[in-house]
């Protein structure tokens, strides 16, 4: 990894973050939506995780289109969430409580709501070619056959411009023209904005789809084995194509070097990789020397956490050290529904599954309460990618239902009506589970202060797979987790576990042995 010595507050070399989902993390204004205060009330809940960092996702203003990933103004906060003077607080509170705060920067696109879209559209020469449009085919049908991440065409017809422009993602979301020395400037101030803020790292947005080959030829159809790998449910068109035209070309991987040098050396920068087919030797690439810190794919939480996709990662990648290793996140069902039986034995395996993984650990907000994935009635749901699947979407929406501080009412959440509806069980709250001994999230503390404090050197200097065993071998520890139903024999008593065991391991559990 990139040493970054200039900083005052070092990054460790395998931090764990904590991701926030600010309108549904704590609301202090009776709205219903959670707001910037609202976090900093709350950030010793990371700090008592034992996080180094948190992660915002977007806070900016915008028509939350897509959830807040549709950015109007990179340069400003929703003033629904608050102001700037309350961002400038919560940093200094998190650097207070010794957190560095990464915040996220969706580099990709706009909301169509942005004032450079309009100018755009309206052919301002300023702003003409800061996104991405194309002539229609003679015909008047879109000029090649890409299609946006969540299924339909990835162009939209504009009746001003008498063009199409693209977007990976929903038709709110324009691309931008990257390649645009212009918008490459746009970026870098804002980059320099946050970092004058104090912010301390960076999380790229979809950095597979940053640039796209220019001569916009048509994608072949996939393979069957690479449509397998392919990102997403195997019923959205995207999958039937081999993403090499509209995903990181040639000169794509080098891109981030300008992120990098936008940011400077002593931020953290994380990128999230959107390609399926090669996602794992994507992240290699770009998290490299003057690139990236480290960058995740979507393979393990999409596998359900399986021992195989686990062996999988640490084979593809060229240092298991580069790759944020997660489960949760504000796109994926709640993943104790999906990779574990929803119980609490469960939820201790996965923790520390993630608390002794040799690299970046993102850890999404709730999870650390054992969360399940919600039921929402479609009359409550606003995310785009969930309603056009309804009920077969991914279900991005029921892991941003707001998370239970305390039990009763709306869970100290809001004194309002909560934005989205809270039906969790009893006692999941973290009043609750702040007491009992037992609970998921005094699970966590133990966990992630052992990563943090005991386990060391977390360069991994050997690792196996056996079946449904994985284990791992750092300087200074000794790890097995066992993905399977089936108990597994092991040598002695672990120093820490998932459940106490002795010469045997239970399925589905853990133990750590110290040196
Ligand atoms: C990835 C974000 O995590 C997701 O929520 C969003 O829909 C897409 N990028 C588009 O910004």
């Known amino acids: 990894m990139t040493d970054r010595p200039s900083s005052d507050r070092r990054w460790p070399d395998a931090p764990v973050i904590y991701q926030i989902y600010p309108r549904s993390f704590r609301d202090t204004t009776g709205s219903g939506i959670g707001d910037l205060n609202g976090i900093v009330e709350k950030l ?3 700090a008592d995780l034992g996080a180094d960092a948190v992660w915002l996702s977007p806070f900016y203003p915008s028509p939350w289109d897509d959830g807040g990933y549709d950015v109007a103004d990179h340069m400003a906060v929703h003033p629904a969430l608050g102001t700037m003077q309350d961002f400038d607080q919560l940093v200094a509170r998190a650097h207070d409580l010794g957190l ?3 915040i996220d920067q969706v580099f990709n696109h706009t909301s169509t709501d942005a004032p450079w879209f309009k100018r755009s559209v309206a052919g301002d020469p300023v702003y003409s070619d800061y996104y991405v449009w194309a002539n229609p085919k003679p015909d008047g049908t879109q000029p090649n056959n890409w299609l946006s991440q969540f299924g ?5 017809w504009n009746h001003i411009r008498q063009q199409y422009y693209f977007h990976n993602f929903t038709s709110k979301q324009p691309s931008l023209n990257l ?20 912010v301390d790292g960076f999380r790229i947005d979809a950095v597979t789809s940053l640039l796209f080959d220019p001569s916009l030829k048509d ?8 449509r397998d790998k392919v990102s997403g449910e195997n019923f959205v068109p995207y999958t039937y194509q081999d993403h090499v035209h509209d995903l990181l070309p040639g000169d794509g991987i080098d891109f981030v070097s300008n992120l990098r040098e936008w940011a400077g050396e002593d931020a953290f920068i994380i990128g999230e990789v959107t390609s399926g087919n090669q996602s794992i030797e994507l992240c290699s690439r770009l998290a490299t020397d003057g690139g990236l810190d480290a960058a995740y794919a979507t393979d393990l939480p999409e596998s359900g956490a399986t021992a195989q996709a686990y062996a999988d990662i640490l084979t593809r990648a060229d240092a298991p050290g580069q790759i944020g290793w997660w489960l949760s996140s504000h796109d994926q069902p709640r993943h104790l529904g999906k990779a574990g039986d929803g119980s609490a034995h469960d939820a201790k395996f996965l923790a520390l599954v993630l608390a002794t993984a040799p690299g970046t650990v993102l850890l999404y907000q709730g999870e650390e309460l054992g969360l399940t994935q919600p039921e929402l009635p479609r009359a409550a749901v606003t995310d785009p990618l969930d309603l056009l699947y309804w009920p077969d979407g991914p279900g991005r929406e029921g892991a941003r239902v707001p998370i239970p501080w305390a039990e009763g009412g709306n869970r100290a959440f809001t004194t309002g009506t909560p934005w989205l ?21 005094r699970f966590y503390r133990a966990a992630f202060a052992l990563r943090r404090d005991r386990m060391g050197d977390l360069t991994l200097s050997d690792w196996s797979r056996d079946g449904q065993i994985i284990r791992l071998t750092y300087p200074d520890a ?8 089936e108990a597994a024999s092991i040598d002695g008593t672990p120093d820490f576990a998932s459940v106490p065991m002795d010469g045997e391991m239970p399925g589905r559990s853990a133990g750590i042995w110290l040196r």
């Open 44 to 46: 010793h809940h990371a």
């Open 100 to 102: 560095r705060v990464i």
């Open 152 to 156: 339909p065409p990835a162009w939209t």
């Open 179 to 198: 390649r645009n020395p212009d918008v490459q400037a746009e970026l870098r101030t804002i980059m320099r904005f946050w970092r004058d803020r104090g």
């Open 219 to 226: 994608n072949p159809v996939a393979a069957p084995e690479v």
């Open 421 to 441: 509806p809270m039906t969790w069980p009893e006692g999941a709250s973290v009043a609750v589970q702040h007491i009992d001994e037992g609970s998921v999230l």
């Open 478 to 485: 000794r790890v097995v987790l066992n993905f399977g139903p």
